[in-house]
């Protein structure tokens, strides 16, 4: 059963924009927190950016705050993630996961499979 959906990952150009999408099929009240993430290989699970629902706070790994943006749709339950500037360093797994309290990735309960970023320079 598909809780979280991402969307949106692909082959880039360096300094090129690419947007990731992240639907929720999750009841609000356990998903007040979304974040997004990032793993590539051979490399340790990253944090880049969280929002809550409930408030609108945002927050961001110092890496990214820059160059990606957070957001979300409430009504839609969708939450996105604007990323601009593109380095092949950025080329990852993306993931987005949300939960009902911080956007520590062990209080986040649910996970998306995940899309992939490929950037070539």
């Known amino acids: 059963q598909v809780q979280l959906e991402e969307s949106g990952g692909g082959l880039v150009q360096a300094g090129d924009s690419l947007t990731l999408s992240c639907h929720s099929y999750?009841?609000?009240?356990?998903?007040?927190?979304m974040g997004w993430f990032r793993q590539a290989p051979g490399k340790a699970r990253e944090f880049l950016a969280a929002?809550?629902?409930?408030?609108?706070?945002?927050w961001y790994a110092e890496s990214v705050k820059d160059r990606f943006t957070i957001s979300r749709e409430i009504h839609k339950n969708t939450g996105r993630l604007q990323m601009n500037k593109l380095k092949p360093e950025d080329a990852a797994v993306y993931y987005c996961?949300?939960?009902?309290?911080?956007?520590?990735?062990?209080?986040?309960?649910?996970w998306g499979q995940g899309t992939q970023v490929t950037v070539s320079s």
């Open positions: 996961a949300v939960g009902p309290g911080g956007y520590s990735e062990y209080k986040l309960d649910h």
């Open positions: 999750l009841h609000t009240l356990g998903s007040d927190v």
């Open positions: 929002v809550r629902r409930s408030s609108g706070d945002t």
